[in-house]
């Protein structure tokens, strides 16, 4: 076998014991992994391959720092070169393979984003793009080509920090480094959780929620180092049948927790057990080594990178969830792909001899450069908007300007705005507006409110509308410092006049139950395969929403709750796809989601109909005349920007319709004169 296809060798050339069994735990991650995105059934913890990766990670690259530096000294130099060579062409290629489909497949606003993405990637610091904008368990992360380059963004972190930190304690006291590894690790395992408790996303993205688990593998190759005797036959046998329990309950168990503290213990610590105990236990060791899941293991880091950006592309093709048939399908194809790229790209330029460090480095440049710059361009440009505009189909193009802000403009000013809050500089400039136009319109709710408001400034002339709406402020939670409703009552009762109507609405399935007598969420409800049925109007949330409303009532102004249209709850992508295709928009409102918001709507009319209640209802449904199969979507344009929010064109449709429905609202119609 050629030297760059002999892995043993390979090791051998960095003075290193090549262990087959590394590659066969390998194997089972990027299976995990790579099953868990494709959606198999019964395996909702896969994605904890990449905390066994972290492990092996951290294990591999001590035991590489403690051989180099104990044979002639670490070499910085030597090392990053090795992982230079060892990561980038790889990464780039998939990148460069990306950005062609980002191109093919994209609308500009999705451009912009994956472009964003791609400059993370490129840069090596993707976990930070992740950690500010996207949840990884977000229903919409399956759709992010470069999502899974955060894990390589920390281990690149990990690399660049580690011999710098390593390379000091081990001139320094090199018989205590065990001792120390595992006093790091516990402290980085301290912090994890902490982090985790409090801000779960920087745990899960980024280095200090991740370095735990890189040393404890850290620790093994401490331990191995200091010369610690590996456990007898029986007792190695004992502890890898442990190790291999504890990570595939890891694997498979139904429901786990997504930490990246205390959660990933059993995973971590199983595998740490099992890269300790398996030189010791030769049939467990022969089993992981066999030939199948060496090659799996060895290619790994090729089927890691192509596996997430596949089946993006696939969803992004069909502009919709694949079946489970076309997911492993495309699964299958990235360990193909994978396979190739370790035995034609990965090795031949890992190999000094055959490509000189001169020319590696002027190629990864050039490329790097090419990719940023193109990351760059897409960003600042909108996703390349107006060649779009100008080349795509008009179909396309009605569609995407449908979804764009800049073709409705909001026309805010002095007396038409959304606050931030309410502080003493707003309620002054509430008062100016009052004393300019008389008493106006304030708009209150969650992230619904604020689309009223919206329409409500694109469809009407009234000068004085106030939005006091933000995402998760129903009127249920009346002393939510973010919200400012204490402070709108203080400046109601001093000042009563300052509104003559509050229009409040808000997210209709907040006030829904199902079966269980748990609210649904949002990612339930837009989940096809949910089967969600049984659901019903929770009189309890809806009771919740009155007081604050009855006190706002005995403040001064007229209170109008204008109910919930029916909301799709579809995936954005699935929406556009529908629109793109101008399919039959009758399929846009799944029936039971239908049923759901017709009884929500009646029901709601009943109870705000008691004289005790004191607000007054006003049903979107009826009074915009809501027909599901024309007010998702038509051919032109599209009306939900996703499941529960109106695009920018459906805050002008929806808005002049309720507008002309106000007639027989004497104090709304006279408030809300029409463009």
């Known amino acids: 076998m050629r030297h760059a ?95 062609v489909a980002a191109v093919l497949l994209m609308q500009p606003d999705e451009l912009r984003i994956f472009c964003r993405e791609l400059g993370g990637a490129v840069l090596l610091s993707a976990n930070f793009v992740y950690w500010q904008t996207s949840g990884y368990f977000n229903p919409l992360s399956d759709w992010m080509p470069l999502l899974h380059t955060w894990s390589l963004a920390v281990e690149e972190q990990f690399y660049l920090l580690w011999p710098l930190l390593l390379l000091p304690l081990l001139r320094i006291s090199p018989r205590r480094v065990p001792v120390l590894l595992v006093a790091l690790a516990l402290l980085a395992l301290i912090v994890a959780q902490l982090l985790d408790t409090r801000l779960p996303r920087l745990a899960f993205y980024l280095l200090p929620g991740r370095a735990w688990e890189l040393l404890a593998g850290a620790c093994v190759a401490g331990m191995e180092r200091r010369g610690v005797a590996r456990p007898g036959p029986r007792t190695a046998i004992a502890l890898s049948g442990l190790g291999l329990l504890a990570v595939f309950a890891s694997l498979l168990w139904p429901n786990p927790p997504h930490g990246a503290g205390l959660a990933a213990l059993p995973v971590v610590l199983g595998t740490a057990l099992l890269l300790q105990a398996l030189p010791a236990a030769p049939a467990f060791s022969q089993c992981l080594g066999a030939a199948p899941l060496r090659w799996l293991g060895l290619s790994s880091y090729s089927i890691y990178l192509w596996h997430q950006p596949l089946g993006a592309w ?83 193009q009605a569609i995407y300007r449908s979804l764009s802000r800049e073709e409705y403009p909001l026309l805010e000013g002095r007396c038409r705005f959304m606050p931030h809050g309410l502080a003493n500089a707003t309620a002054e400039r509430i008062r100016e507006c009052f004393h300019l136009h008389g008493s106006g319109l304030l708009v209150m709710g969650d992230s619904r409110a604020q689309d009223l408001y919206r329409a409500m400034l694109l469809s009407s002339s009234q000068p004085f509308i106030v939005g006091l709406a933000y995402p998760g402020c129903q009127a249920e939670w009346q002393h939510k410092k973010s919200c400012g409703y204490d402070r709108l009552l203080d400046l109601l009762q001093q000042q009563p006049d300052s509104f003559a109507v509050v229009l409040y609405t808000q997210a209709g399935f907040h006030l829904m139950k199902d079966s269980k007598d748990q609210q649904p969420s949002r990612n339930v409800l837009a ?88 607000v007054r209802y006003l049903s979107a449904q009826q009074r915009m005349q809501f027909d599901p199969n024309r007010d998702v979507f038509d051919c032109r344009r599209l009306l939900w920007r996703d499941g529960d929010h109106w695009s920018p064109a459906g805050e002008v449709e929806f808005g002049r319709r309720l507008l002309r429905s106000l007639a027989d609202e004497p104090p709304l119609a006279a408030l809300l004169p029409s463009r």
């Open 5 to 99: 296809l002999n892995p043993s060798r390979d090791h051998q050339s960095q003075g290193l014991t090549y262990r087959r069994e590394i590659d066969g735990l390998r194997a089972l991650s990027i299976l995990a992994v790579v099953l868990y995105h494709a959606g198999l059934p019964g395996l909702s913890g896969g994605f904890r391959g990449v905390d066994i990766f972290f492990v092996i990670s951290g294990y591999l690259i001590t035991r590489m720092l403690f051989v180099t530096s104990s044979q002639r000294g670490m070499d910085l130099r030597d090392f990053y070169e090795r992982r230079a060579r060892r990561i980038l062409p790889a990464l780039e290629m998939m990148l460069l393979c990306s950005t």
């Open 527 to 614: 989940d096809p395969r949910s089967g969600m049925r049984g659901l019903r109007i929770d009189p309890m949330r809806v009771n919740a929403q009155l007081p604050l409303l009855k006190e706002l009532q005995r403040a001064g102004p007229l209170v109008y709750w204008l109910g919930p249209l029916m909301e799709p709850h579809r995936d954005p992508q699935q929406l556009r796809r529908m629109a793109l295709d101008c399919s039959p928009s009758g399929n846009a409102l799944r029936p039971h989601l239908q049923q759901a918001f017709q009884s929500l709507d009646q029901k709601l009319a009943l109870r705000l109909a008691n004289p005790e209640a004191a």
């Open 314 to 396: 696939l969803r992004y093709a069909v502009r919709d969830e694949p079946p489970l048939a076309l997911r492993l399908t495309a699964a299958g194809l990235a360990v193909i792909i994978g396979l190739a790229s370790w035995r034609w790209l990965e090795q031949p330029l890992r190999d000094r001899r055959r490509v000189p460090l001169r020319p590696f480095l002027i190629g990864i440049t050039v490329s790097t450069l090419l990719l940023a710059g193109f990351a760059a361009a897409g960003f600042y440009t909108k996703g390349f908007e107006s060649l779009f505009l100008r080349y795509a189909p008009t179909s396309h």
